[in-house]
């Protein structure tokens, strides 16, 4: 959750609603093609990393996933779906710690 809150920290509120939804529900399967990154995939990470030192190479990885990924399994069966009051008041928890 720390991760999704300094994504959204980086790139703004207007940002929170589709990188917090699409990691949320796609957390597992992104955590695991990220832990599977090659050497490769990683400098692609390293190299942005240079440019937004705020954000840790794993944040970066995340990013990059979400905006350049392939679709996860999850990603066709909750198109449209909204964020329950649970998820939505678990990101403002960590917003506000």
Known sequence: MNKVVDLIEYFGIELYRPITRLL???????????????????????????????????????????????????????VGRRLSEEELRSIRKEQDD
């Open 24 to 78: 949320l529900s796609n957390w597992e399967e992104i955590s695991a093609r990220i832990n599977g990154y090659t050497e490769a995939e990683w400098s692609v990470a390293d190299e942005i990393q240079k440019t937004t030192p705020t954000l840790d190479r794993f944040s970066i990885a995340m990013l990059i996933e979400v905006l350049e990924g392939e679709d996860t399994f999850n990603q066709g069966e909750n």
